[in-house]
């Protein structure tokens, strides 16, 4: 009977994969693998997961099918053999303004989860992840961290913008069109002659949102090829990309350099000031928080505005500016956007590669000074991005900053409180939202939306409405990452956990200081913890299913919104 060699080898090392396939003992597991279509030859060498989030429902994932088979032809003629598997994934943009939205961020845990099952039950030697859009980066990259097995990512690229006559479009123009038709400026008509061409085809969606941000940050913390973020979706040079991850696993598992090695509290350091240098998502936050919680590495949330004060915004991409990942992808990338910052980076820190961060970038060249801009010119002398505390969020709120009108980064107003992102979304359809106002909207956190929904349509209405930058929202929800204006989100503590938003009542006042990060309302303490005492014991909405586990499980969203351990 055959069977593999006893103490096997790859570079230097026992293999984990011989727990499957090694011994008299591991006939069995042998004859099953056979089945698979392995031959002996396989058996010999390295087993390497291909973690695939393909979906026929996602368009930044339709495609997957064709990364994963370049990936796994690069990790074949490197000398290892491929197994693929998928994930679930969910899309925020058709998920978005219905119940749907509620399951979006408490799928990363699954993702990790189902990340973590496979890759045990299987004793991969190493893996490549395969995301693309919101959850599933940030899913697969705590999975990652846990496993702590050799890892390397690939995303399946950007879309490109659309186009009508000689202006660019994107799905965040399809959310704004929606407020022009309810202010009058646009027909139904009009609107359906957008909705065909503002997703030209696969991708994630064109603009500098949750998912594009998400992926060019893998190649500041250290964990993808540089061109990952923006090389676009539709583009050879993506396949090519994928054989070169490929290739490049079974170098990380010969010289057995694993996540932990890579994500430490330098390289996430380096990841937020990426963020700061681009305005990316909010939600960067949010994840990057749940990355250092999965891998034990504190990162207190007021560290953020620590790197955004020495941080400049270099990069001014939709929903803040009129250029997409397309064109930052052309300008130089992610790498050019790194090399612009220099010693603001911790350039030492390790990568996949094999190389550190400096010798990474070291090549790496700005072509078009409109899309990045340097140090001595840039956009705003700080981040993109912005963390406030005070008396109405004593946890913290995060604000893209980079896509605030500067007449709204201070503001002082009365509150128009909703206990819904729905009755805020009928109000401003119905005209009762009035210049000046703060809209409030609460029990939409991780516990109690349940999952923290993403809100995109009371923005984007604003924004079509004219009003963004008249009219500031404020959450313990999350917005979207094509969200544009003064939209403050992830107040912590949450309505839920009876923090000081669910205390708020029609026409209190709030002020807003983005520049000096504060968010206050104009409450005595004692009035604050007298109204929360009156307060009624929170119901959570769903009495069944995962979100209710996930309401019983999940934390605060300034600690990343992670599982209590």
């Known amino acids: 009977m055959f069977s593999v060699p006893q103490g096997r080898i790859f570079g230097c090392r026992k293999m984990r994969s011989d727990t499957v396939k090694r011994g008299i003992e591991r006939a069995p597991h042998r004859s099953l693998l056979y089945a698979v279509g392995c031959t002996k030859r396989d058996l010999e060498r390295p087993f390497i997961g291909i973690v695939n989030s393909f979906s026929e429902v996602i368009p930044g994932h339709v495609h997957l099918r064709s990364i994963a088979e370049a990936v796994k032809d690069g990790v074949r003629s490197a000398g290892g053999t491929p197994f693929e598997f998928n994930t679930i994934g969910v899309c925020d943009g ?190 960067s936050v949010l994840h990057l928080m749940a990355i250092a919680h999965e891998a034990g590495i504190d990162f207190p949330l007021f560290r953020v505005n620590q790197i955004g004060e020495s941080i400049p915004h270099l990069s001014r991409l939709s929903p803040s500016g009129e250029y997409h990942v397309e064109d930052l992808d052309l300008a130089g990338g992610i790498g050019a956007v790194m090399r612009e910052l220099g010693e603001l980076l911790n350039l030492g820190v390790r990568t996949v590669s094999g ?57 002082r107003g009365p509150a128009r409180v909703f206990e819904s992102e729905a009755h805020a979304t009928k109000a401003i359809i119905g005209g009762d939202i009035k210049a000046g106002d703060v809209v409030v909207i609460r029990y939409e956190g991780p516990k109690g939306g349940p999952g923290m929904p993403e809100m995109l349509a009371p923005t984007s209405l604003l924004s079509g409405m004219g009003m963004d930058d008249k009219v500031a929202l404020i959450t313990d929800g999350r917005f979207s990452g094509a969200t544009r204006g003064a939209a403050i989100g992830h107040v912590s503590p949450e309505a839920a956990s009876r923090g000081p938003i669910a205390a708020l009542k029609d026409g209190d006042i709030i002020r807003i200081d983005i520049p000096n990060h504060r968010l206050d309302v104009e409450l005595s303490e004692e009035e604050i913890r007298g109204r929360l005492a009156q307060l009624p014991e929170f119901e959570p909405k769903v009495k069944k299913g995962y979100l209710k586990r996930y309401t019983e499980k999940v934390t605060s969203a300034s600690t990343g919104a992670v599982f209590a351990r």
């Open 94 to 283: 058709i998920a978005m303004g219905h119940f749907g939205m509620r399951f979006s961020l408490p799928s990363r845990e699954l993702i990790a989860d189902s990340c973590e099952v496979v890759c045990e039950a299987h004793a991969f030697d190493g893996l490549v992840f395969i995301p693309n859009c919101d959850k599933v980066v940030p899913g697969m990259l705590m999975a990652a961290v846990r496993l702590n097995l050799p890892s390397i990512f690939v995303s399946g690229g950007p879309m490109l913008a659309g186009r009508i006559g000689g202006s660019y479009i994107d799905l965040n123009t399809m959310f704004m069109a929606v407020g022009r038709v309810v202010r009058g400026e646009m027909s139904e008509m009009e609107v359906g002659a957008l909705e065909e061409l503002a997703c030209p085809g696969p991708g994630s969606c064109a603009g500098m949102f949750t998912a594009n941000t998400m992926n060019c940050l893998t190649e500041a913390l250290g964990m993808a090829l540089l061109g990952n973020g923006t090389i676009p979706a539709v583009e050879a040079r993506r396949l090519h990309l994928a054989r070169r991850t490929g290739e490049k696993i079974m170098e990380l598992v010969a010289r057995d350099i694993r996540p932990l090695d890579i994500i430490t509290r330098e390289s996430i350091h380096n990841a937020l000031a990426v963020d700061m240098a681009l305005g990316g998502s909010t939600n």
């Open 355 to 411: 190389n550190s961060l400096g010798e990474v970038i070291a090549g790496a060249e700005t072509k078009d000074r409109e899309v990045i801009r340097s140090r001595s010119n840039p956009f705003s002398p700080t981040g993109g991005i912005s963390v406030l505390f005070g008396n109405l969020a004593p946890d913290g709120a995060v604000v893209k900053s980079a896509a605030v009108s500067p007449g709204m980064l201070a503001h």
